[in-house]
């Protein structure tokens, strides 16, 4: 009977989330995402610049690209603005992140972008960035801005989150999408006509939002169900999530 229970017990779900290779001082800045993920009943396998991409695409059921430091422009034919910050730590987040995700989009993950995430599957997907916009980044005394937020009813994502309107969320960026890649849709807008969401039509379940859900204090009950629905789309097969 025990053996029985323990070979019919279900297989975790395993959610790989993108983390600098060293960590932050504040340890909350990615304990944060795998705060959300075991909430929703996921497992959490953390990839860092130099893991083995088809190592971690072997272990993992969906994918979460976290936030963090901009994007080299260079990926997306552009020559660094002024306020683009470029760090050696950045650019390893460049080759782990951007190889990665097209890894997991080959294999239909799920795949959830957060801030700097949507920025990484806006530019591996084709797609470029506008590298400096104001009102959107943290206050000087560090705490975040916060802005309503307007999502199409229609979309997918609004439909999953149960929003039909408008929401307020937190904004931590200064960097967004411009020229949107070939198969994303946008679904949210700020009022002044940023990109604050969008998810693919050629895949099963891939979604970018520019706002912070991990930081579920500053945010909107209905953000967090975020995390339920990317370990809900891992948990189901590709082959069997498909009409």
Known sequence: ??????????????????????????????????DGVERAGGTVRWVRPGDDIAEVIRQIDG??????????????????HPRTALSEGSRQRDALEIPLLRAALARDLPVLGVCRGMQVLNVALGGTLHQHIDHH?????????????????????????????????????????????????????????TVEAVESSQHRWVIGVQCHPERSWETPLELDGLFGALVAAARTPATAARP
């Open 137 to 193: 980044a943290e206050q000087a005394d560090g705490h975040p801005a916060f802005h309503e937020v307007q999502f199409d009813p229609a979309s997918r994502l609004a439909a999953m989150l149960g929003i039909v309107d408008t929401i307020e969320t937190n904004s931590l960026h200064h960097q967004a999408l411009k020229a949107i890649a070939p198969g994303l849709d946008v679904v949210a807008y700020s009022p002044d006509g």
């Open 1 to 34: 009977m025990v053996y029985y229970m323990l070979m019919s017990a279900p297989l975790p779900t395993t959610i790989g989330i993108t983390r600098s290779l060293r960590d932050p001082s504040d340890a909350a800045i990615f304990g944060n995402y795998a």
């Open 63 to 80: 994918l979460l690209l976290s936030g963090g430091a901009d994007i080299d422009p260079m990926h997306y034919g552009d020559g660094a």
